[in-house]
């Protein structure tokens, strides 16, 4: 199935990922404020996450007062992301959006635009990932910065076929086991996502989701940040539960006219 459709299925059960979502949003909210406010100042306000999913980074930075833009391929993790913006009462302004196109859906900068939860390896080529970051630094305001997190894909085995758990989650009376199974074909890789739905009788539901991703690793990732016009790229270690990866659009020159007109 496509990204869209593997997120679509997803989005109702998306927050088991996490053994508490609810924490998990904080704490990365957290995570992802102290690494704006080292590297782009306290001026930042405006972020564009462009991967939001149900909104696990955007709705806790809005939490904590940014103004956040939120944007997914998938229609249904959108909605979820409404809903759940509603029912906390944050102004989460969100639309659906390939992000390869992001510089068409946006038509504004802002002060970073992220994609979190290793939401770029979906892309399968580099071409394709070097259009991304073309497109989002056309969305970061000059001195403005661009945030990616990943998995660590150098420190993956890629031998065999790789079993991910993730675990037990309980729901009143409903227990969910989720896990993923990783098989290699080179650089990429099929990713089934199991869901396992217990409501105590005999028979569980189980759910079976599959995508595609590309290992790629952060070091070619931060050679096609370069490319695209970001300066001082860097990975971060330790800030978030996975690899950082930061770079700055730097300052127009003098009467150098930006693309948008700012």
């Known amino acids: 199935m496509t990204p869209d459709e593997f997120y679509d299925q997803l989005a109702p059960f998306y927050h088991l990922i996490y053994p508490d979502w609810e924490t998990s ?23 564009l996450d462009v991967a939001c ?4 980074q955007a709705l806790g930075l809005a939490q904590l ?5 939120a944007a997914d391929l998938s229609r249904a993790a959108v909605a979820r992301a409404r809903r759940e913006a509603a029912a906390r009462h944050l102004d989460l302004h969100c639309f659906v959006a390939d992000m390869r196109h992001m510089a068409v859906h ?11 939860d290793n939401a770029v390896p979906h892309l399968l080529t580099d071409k394709d990932i070097l259009t991304v970051f073309q497109a989002l630094y056309t969305c970061v305001r000059p001195g403005g910065g661009c945030l990616i997190t990943m998995r660590d894909y150098d420190r993956e085995d890629r031998t065999g076929i790789q079993v991910k758990p ?3 989650r309980i729901e009143g009376s409903t227990r969910y086991l ?10 990429l890789y099929e990713l089934a996502l199991y869901c396992i739905e217990d409501r105590g009788g005999q028979h ?13 690793g952060t070091g070619t990732l931060m050679t096609l940040m370069t490319q695209a016009g970001f300066q001082d790229v ?8 996975q690899p950082v990866l930061i770079g700055t659009k730097s300052y127009a020159a003098p009467g150098r006219r930006h693309p948008l007109g700012v």
């Open 25 to 47: 949003m904080t704490q990365q909210a957290a995570a992802l404020d102290s690494i704006m406010q080292e590297f782009w100042g306290a001026e930042t306000t405006t972020i």
């Open 53 to 56: 999913g149900i909104g696990t």
């Open 65 to 69: 007062g940014y103004q956040v833009t």
């Open 106 to 116: 946006s038509q504004r900068q802002y002060d970073v635009v992220m994609a979190c």
């Open 166 to 168: 993730y675990g037990l």
């Open 178 to 187: 989720l896990f993923q199974v990783w098989e290699f074909r080179g650089a």
């Open 204 to 216: 569980a539901i189980t759910h079976v989701l599959r995508t595609t991703y590309y290992a790629i």
């Open 234 to 241: 860097q990975r971060l270690e330790a800030r978030f539960y």
